[in-house]
C-alpha cells in the first residue's frame, strides 16, 4: 500500500479545496509536512481515519466542517466536507472518498449533519474506473488495511508509548501477518467448539435409539458450552490483566518522574528481588539444619554416656571372649557332625571335642566377656559417628544467621526506600498505594487465569472422551459411518490447521523479536534488550551482571522502543510481501505487503540523538514515510535523512480556525 495524494475540502482547518501529493519515490521516499502546534498537523492524521474508517477523536460530528465556512453560510444554506485518499494497493489504484453535508439551522446552534456518503472506486486493467458496490466498501478497505491496524501506521507521535498496548495488539499483529485466515479456518473446525463443523456433524448423529448415546450428545454439548463460558472468561482476564500491566507501568514511571526518586525505586526493585533470593535461600538452608540435626542427634547427645560406658569397660577385666559372630547350635551342630570344619574326625580326638564345648561356654548369655566385647564396639562406632556432628550444626546454624541477617538489613533498607518513596509530595504517595493495589488485583488475576487453564484443560478431555465413547456408538448403522467418516477427516483438516497455525504464529513471534531487538539496538543509545511476550507487548530487559532483569522505563525509552516495534512490524511485512512474490503468491495463509507509515508529532518524547537515530531507521525500513512534524524536530532529523525527502510542505497557520497547505523545496 502506497498513499499517493489526500484532498481535504472544509474539514477542520483547511478551508476550501486542499491536496497534498506524497512522494512513491523508493529512494527519495519521504514526505514530510512542517507545522507548528495547533496549525492543523493532528488534524492530517485524523482526515485519513475519517476517510477510511469514520473514526475521530472529535466531540461533535458538527467540528468536522470548517467552522468559518459554517458561519458564512445563511441559515437554510448548506455545504459539504470531504476526505479523498488516492492509493495503490496489489498495483491498483484506489480512489476512497467520504463527504458530508452540513446544514445551518440557526445563527449560533449546531448544524444539522446528514449521514455521511463513502465512496470507493479502482481502475481497472484497460483504465476503465470500477466502482465498488456499497455493500462492499467496507471490506474493500479492511482489505487493503484493516482498521484494527491503522492506528499503527497512522498515529500521532505524543501516544506512541502506549502504542504495543492497545487492547487488539495480538490481533492486529497476526491480521498484519495474514495468520487471521488459518485462525479462522482453525476455529470452523475446533471440535472444543459449539458452532465448530464438528460439533454440527456430531448433532446430526443418530444415536436417539440408545439411552447413552442421548445421554453422552447432551452431555457433550453442556460441556461445550461450559468450555466457551470460560474461554471467554479467560481472555476477558488476560484483557484485564494487560490494562493492569500497563496501569503499574504508568504508575511506576510516575513515580520514578516526581520526588527525584529514580534511583530510589530502581534499588527498591533490586531489594525486592535480593530479599525474595535470601528468603529462598532461608528456606533451603532451615532444612539444611533441620536434615543435619535429624541425622545424628541421638548419637550426639548420647556422647557423654557411650564416653562414661567406654570407661567402665576398660576398666572391667571380663577375661575371654569368644568367637565373634558365633553360635552355639552351630558349635553343637559340629560336635553332632563329628567332623570339625578344619577336616579332623572329632570322635578319636576328645580333646578337640573339649575345646569346642570351652568356645561354646563363652558365647552369650553364658559369657559376659563377648556381650561386652560387642557393646564397646558398638559404643565406639557411635562415639566415632558423632565426632563431626557439632561442627556441622553450628556451620549449618551459622549460614541461617547471616542469611537471616542479611535479609533484615535488606528489608530494613527497604522500608526506608518505600517510606521515602510515600513520603513526600502527596501524590507520590496515592500513587505507590494505587500501585499496590493493582500488583495486588494483577496477582488475583492471574491465580484466577492458572485455575482457569486447568479447569479448561480439564473440560477439553472430557470432551475428547465423550467423542471417543460417541464414535464407538455411532458405528450402529450406515449413516453414522458416513457421519463418523466425515468427522474423522473434519478433525484430520483441524490438526493441520492447528499444526500450521502454531508454527506460523512461533515464526512471526520469532521474526517479529528479531526485527524489533535489531531495530532498536539501531535506534537507542543504551544498552537494554528487547523481549517481545505472548500477548506481543514489549519488554526492556539490562543484564546486571548476576542475570537479566526488567526495569521501568520512561516515557522517552516507551517512544523509541515502540518506534521499534512499528518499524518491526513494517519490516516483517515487506519480507512478507517480498518473500510471496518470489514463490508466485501461492500460500495458504492471507496476502499482506509493505504499508507506509504516517506519523504526526512523532519525536515529542525523545531528545536530539533518538530523533536522528529513528528517523534514519524508519525511512530505510518504510517503503513509505510521511512526517507530520514540527521544524524544530525535522532541523535534527534533516541532518540525517534530508537527502531521502522526494517531497516538503508547510502547514501556514492563519488564525486558530484557518489553516493553509503550500509545497516547499526539496530539502
Known amino acids: 500500500m502506497i498513499i499517493k495524494k489526500i484532498i481535504l475540502n472544509n474539514f477542520r482547518q483547511y478551508e476550501g479545496k486542499q491536496a497534498v501529493e506524497f512522494s512513491t519515490d523508493l529512494e527519495n521516499n519521504v514526505t514530510v509536512i512542517l507545522g507548528q502546534n495547533t496549525s492543523g498537523k493532528t ?10 474508517y469514520e473514526k475521530t477523536n472529535f466531540k461533535r460530528r458538527s467540528e468536522i466542517l470548517n467552522s468559518d465556512v459554517l458561519r458564512a453560510l445563511p441559515i437554510n444554506g448548506s455545504e459539504v466536507a470531504y476526505v479523498e485518499v488516492e ?8 480512489t476512497i472518498r467520504r463527504s458530508q453535508r452540513f446544514e445551518k439551522k440557526s445563527v449560533n446552534g449546531n448544524p444539522k449533519v446528514e449521514t455521511s456518503r463513502f465512496d470507493v472506486s479502482f481502475k481497472q486493467p484497460d483504465g476503465q474506473t470500477q466502482i465498488v458496490p456499497h455493500s462492499d466498501r467496507e471490506d474493500t478497505i479492511n482489505k487493503i488495511l484493516p482498521e484494527q491496524l491503522s492506528d499503527y501506521f497512522f498515529f500521532a507521535g505524543e501516544h506512541i508509548d502506549k502504542i504495543d498496548k492497545t487492547k487488539n495488539v495480538k490481533e492486529a499483529v497476526r491480521a498484519l501477518m495474514g495468520l487471521e485466515v488459518i485462525a479462522k479456518s482453525k476455529d470452523h473446525f475446533d471440535p472444543n467448539s459449539q458452532s465448530s463443523v464438528i460439533s454440527k456433524l456430531e448433532n446430526s448423529l443418530d444415536l436417539k435409539a440408545t439411552e447413552d448415546g442421548s445421554r453422552m450428545l447432551i452431555e457433550l454439548d453442556e460441556t461445550k458450552k461450559n468450555l466457551a463460558v470460560l474461554n471467554e472468561r479467560k481472555e476477558y482476564l488476560e484483557s484485564e490483566s494487560g490494562k493492569l500491566r500497563e496501569d503499574i507501568e504508568v504508575k511506576n514511571r510516575l513515580i520514578l518522574a516526581n520526588q527525584g526518586a529514580k534511583h530510589k525505586q530502581e534499588e527498591r526493585a533490586t531489594l525486592e528481588r535480593e530479599i525474595q533470593r535470601l528468603e529462598s535461600q532461608l528456606v533451603d538452608a532451615e532444612k539444611t539444619h533441620l536434615n543435619n540435626f535429624m541425622r545424628g542427634h541421638f548419637k550426639f547427645f548420647a556422647k557423654p554416656l557411650y564416653e562414661k560406658a567406654l570407661k567402665v569397660i576398660a576398666d572391667t577385666r571380663a577375661e575371654g571372649e569368644g568367637i565373634p559372630e558365633m553360635h552355639a547350635p552351630s558349635i553343637d551342630y559340629i560336635i553332632e557332625r563329628g567332623r570339625c570344619i578344619c577336616g579332623n574326625d572329632l570322635d578319636r580326638n576328645q580333646r578337640a571335642i573339649d575345646s569346642l564345648n570351652e568356645e561354646r561356654r563363652l558365647l552369650p548369655p553364658a559369657y559376659l566377656g563377648t556381650t561386652i566385647r560387642k557393646y564397646r564396639e558398638k559404643c565406639e562406632d557411635f562415639n566415632n559417628d558423632s565426632d563431626d556432628y557439632a561442627d556441622t550444626i553450628t556451620d549449618s546454624y551459622k549460614a541461617i544467621r547471616n542469611i537471616i541477617r542479611a535479609l ?15 513520603s513526600g509530595d502527596i501524590n507520590v504517595r496515592k500513587i505507590e498505594e494505587e500501585r499496590r493495589e493493582i500488583n495486588e488485583s494483577l496477582s488475583r488475576n492471574l491465580n484466577q487465569l492458572s485455575k482457569l487453564s486447568e479447569k479448561i484443560g480439564e473440560l477439553k478431555r472430557d470432551i475428547e472422551n465423550l467423542n471417543g465413547k460417541i464414535s464407538g456408538l455411532a458405528a450402529g448403522n450406515e449413516k453414522n459411518q458416513k457421519i463418523s467418516l466425515a468427522i474423522a477427516y473434519a478433525n484430520s483438516i483441524y490438526e493441520h490447521f492447528k499444526s500450521s497455525y502454531d508454527v506460523a504464529v512461533e515464526e512471526v513471534k520469532s521474526g517479529l523479536n528479531n526485527s524489533i531487538e535489531k531495530l532498536f539496538a539501531e535506534m ?24 537479566e532483569y526488567e526495569l521501568d522505563t520512561s516515557m522517552g525509552l516507551d517512544a523509541v522502543k515502540n518506534f521499534a516495534f512499528v518499524t518491526g512490524l513494517v519490516e516483517l511485512a515487506r519480507q512478507k510481501a517480498q518473500k510471496r512474490e518470489e514463490i508466485g503468491g501461492e500460500m495458504l495463509d492471507a496476502s499482506t505487503e509493505p504499508y507506509p507509515i504516517v506519523m504526526d508529532a512523532p519525536f515529542s518524547n525523545t531528545d536530539d540523538e533518538h530523533i536522528s537515530n529513528i528517523s534514519r531507521v524508519i525511512s530505510r525500513i518504510a517503503e513509505q514515510v510521511i512526517f507530520i512534524i514540527m521544524k524544530k524536530d525535522w532541523a535534527i532529523a534533516e541532518k540525517e535523512i534530508g537527502i531521502k525527502v522526494g517531497k516538503i510542505y508547510e502547514i501556514k497557520k492563519n488564525s486558530e480556525t484557518n489553516s493553509t497547505i503550500v509545497q516547499g523545496g526539496v530539502s
Open 524 to 547: 537507542f543509545h543504551g544498552k537494554r534488550r528487547v523481549v517481545i511476550n505472548d500477548d506481543y507487548t514489549i519488554t526492556l530487559k539490562v543484564d546486571s551482571g548476576g542475570g
Open 408 to 422: 533484615d538489613e535488606k528489608k530494613e533498607r527497604l522500608k526506608d526506600i518505600s517510606k521515602d518513596i510515600s
Open 43 to 52: 488534524t492530517l492524521i485524523q482526515a485519513f481515519s475519517w476517510c477510511l
Open 87 to 94: 492509493l495503490v494497493h496489489s498495483d491498483q489504484l484506489y
